[in-house]
């Protein structure tokens, strides 16, 4: 018989799926997370009364196919210095989103085929793992979303990105062909480089 306290992760959280999976039976687990007073932090998902939140890693846990993107990848790749005001994420359309954006999520929606383009799985600031999408992805994902991201923020991305060192132009070029705004992105960095 496996121990419940064995399955409770680094970051202090506790996850019905994994117990079930191990063996442990639905009573046993709320048994658990009733006497050592387990906050419930999402479905299926409980966090130890001594642990620190870490809301990225949390929303990952609750909607594990969504990827943090637009304003959330700029600020993680340090290509604006303004903290979003909500998280953003992208998920596949179709995905009912009613409680992530009733959760205060700002949410896009992409085909299910374009989600795993530019993923990468990167650590928070809590060292946990957290999937966002890499720079060229970000820089296309914020062009095609350009009428609903300020335009400071589109313009510093822009130029922070072409200055950086660690820029790919050709895997831009390539993912800017799969979102159709290779136009767009051609002549931003005509102008820009």
């Known amino acids: 018989m496996i121990e419940i306290s064995s399955l409770i992760t680094n970051t202090g959280m506790l996850s019905f799926s994994d117990a079930i999976h191990a063996g442990?039976?639905?009573?046993?687990?709320?048994?658990?997370?009733?006497?050592?007073?387990?906050?419930?932090?999402?479905?299926g998902i409980y966090m130890s009364p001594d642990a620190w939140k870490d809301d990225l890693y949390v929303l990952h846990r609750r909607?594990?196919?969504?990827v943090f993107s637009h304003e959330e990848a700029l600020y993680y790749h340090d290509l604006t210095d303004r903290?979003?005001?909500?998280?953003?994420?992208?998920?596949?359309?179709?995905?009912?989103?009613?409680r992530l954006t009733t959760s205060g999520c700002k949410v896009h929606t992409v085909k299910k085929e374009l989600m795993k383009i530019?993923?990468?799985?990167?650590?928070?600031?809590?060292?946990n793992p957290i999937p966002i999408?890499?720079?060229?992805?970000?820089?296309?994902?914020?062009?095609?979303?350009?009428?609903?991201?300020?335009?400071?923020?589109?313009?510093?991305?822009?130029?922070?990105?072409?200055?950086?060192?660690?820029?790919?132009?050709?895997?831009l070029m390539e993912y800017a062909e799969a979102f159709h705004v290779e136009k767009l992105i051609r002549s931003y960095m005509e102008v820009l480089l």
């Open 24 to 43: 442990v039976s639905k009573n046993q687990f709320y048994r658990f997370v009733k006497k050592n007073r387990f906050e419930r932090i999402g479905n």
């Open 63 to 66: 909607c594990p196919q969504a």
């Open 83 to 98: 903290e979003p005001l909500h998280h953003v994420i992208t998920i596949y359309t179709g995905y009912n989103t009613k």
């Open 118 to 127: 530019g993923k990468v799985l990167v650590l928070d600031s809590n060292r």
């Open 133 to 171: 999408y890499d720079l060229e992805r970000t820089i296309c994902d914020v062009v095609r979303s350009r009428r609903q991201v300020e335009a400071q923020d589109l313009n510093a991305a822009l130029k922070n990105y072409v200055t950086r060192r660690d820029k790919d132009l050709n895997r």
